[in-house]
T-cell receptor, first 115, second 118 residues
Framework: KAGVTQTPRYLIKTRGQQVTLSCSPI?????VSWYQQTPGQGLQFLFE???????NKGNFPGRFSGRQFSNSRSEMNVSTLELGDSALYLC??????????????FGNGTRLTVT | AQSVTQLDSHVSVSEGTPVLLRCNYS??????LFWYVQHPNKGLQLLLK??????LVKGINGFEAEFKKSETSFHLTKPSAHMSDAAEYFC????????????????FGKGTKLSVIP
């Protein structure tokens, strides 16, 4: 069974630009969640989608947005990029999004560098 | 509200010696607790999870963790370290069904980098 696939693996953008990251979950998984990982702040939850609906959102500005398609694939968008947005962005999928009985499976991430 | 504290940012052990990575948590409800491992330039892989069943949880690659409610701890151990264990380890808490959280938002510890000396 294929794992979680994130594209692209690496991205370099300039301040003020916008970027879209893509995540394909494991087949059959309906929940996709996104995390930002930086050396200073560690891993922080961005948002979670289930069946095309955003169910939960972390404490990030509105420049960070996402969506989920009917095939469960998800995209994350960051507008008006800032230097501080440089990070590894991780996507995770799970069957139900209920971590109590449906653990997360992570992709290898997209490394975003903002210059 | 929930939080996780990993007590050591870096642990160094010799190959073949025991590993202990410490984690304390705080949660208003009965939590689920997890340990994930991250190798360089990779995503996170689930090592083990505690979800209110047995307090001693066995995971993959010989790791285990013990849930101690009185000490609010969930330390990760392995009897004998292997070179391939060198990675970063994250302790994670998710509040349980009683919290009312719809999708069990996770809170991650800051991570512990494990180095294994040959």
């Amino acid at each position: 069974k294929a794992g979680v696939t994130q594209t692209p693996r690496y991205l370099i953008k300039t301040r003020g630009q916008q970027v879209t990251l893509s995540c394909s979950p494991i087949s059959g998984h309906r929940s996709v969640s996104w995390y930002q990982q930086t050396p200073g702040q560690g891993l922080q939850f961005l948002f979670e989608y289930f069946s095309e609906t955003q169910r939960n959102k972390g404490n990030f500005p509105g420049r960070f947005s996402g969506r989920q398609f009917s095939n469960s694939r998800s995209e994350m968008n960051v507008s008006t990029l800032e230097l501080g947005d440089s990070a590894l962005y991780l996507c995770a999928s799970s069957l139900t999004g209920n971590s109590y009985n449906s653990p997360l499976h992570f992709g290898n991430g997209t490394r975003l560098t903002v210059t | 509200a929930q939080s996780v504290t990993q007590l050591d940012s870096h642990v160094s052990v010799s190959e073949g010696t025991p590993v202990l990575l410490r984690c304390n948590y705080s949660s208003s409800y009965s939590p689920s607790l997890f340990w994930y491992v991250q190798h360089p330039n990779k995503g996170l892989q689930l090592l083990l999870k505690y979800t209110s069943a047995a307090t001693l949880v066995k995971g993959i690659n010989g790791f285990e963790a013990e849930f101690k409610k009185s000490e609010t701890s969930f330390h990760l151990t392995k009897p004998s370290a292997h070179m391939s264990d060198a990675a970063e380890y994250f302790c994670v808490v998710s509040e349980g069904p009683g919290s009312g959280a719809g999708s069990y938002q996770l809170t991650f510890g800051k991570g512990t980098k494990l180095s294994v000396i040959p």
